[in-house]
Nanobody, 123 residues
């Protein structure tokens, strides 16, 4: 499984970005997917996750109400819509895939990771 994240960039506080993660392989529709982020000098942290069907989603408290995770199984792509961005959202954002289809907040549950895309939010 290969994952390619894109959509990062520089945005002012209060702005929006949409990250995309394209996933190779014929069984994307069976994967649970997640977004994680790592800020400079900090540990990688959970952001959002979605089940194989899209019926179940979970968010970190810090992004709840501002970020939305979604997926298009026909396009083998998962998205992260980020609104009302704050400087503390600045980080490298990683998408990840897990073979079992349930959503998960634990990084260790995810066996495949993308290369990351940098999001910088200026104040």
């Amino acid at each position: 499984v290969q994952l390619q994240a894109s959509g990062g960039g520089l945005v002012q506080a209060g702005g929006s970005l949409r990250l995309s993660c394209a996933v190779s392989g014929p069984t994307f529709s069976s994967y649970g997917m997640g977004w994680f982020r790592q800020a400079p000098g900090k540990e990688r942290e959970f952001v959002a996750t979605i089940s194989w069907s899209g019926d179940s989603t979970y968010y970190a408290d810090s992004v709840k109400g501002r970020f939305t995770i979604s997926r298009d199984n026909a396009k083998n792509t998962v998205y992260l819509q980020m609104n009302s961005l704050k400087p503390e959202d600045t980080a490298v954002y990683y998408c990840a895939a897990k073979i079992t289809g349930w959503a998960s907040t634990a990084p260790d549950d995810f066996g495949s990771w993308g290369q990351g895309t940098l999001v910088t939010v200026s104040s």
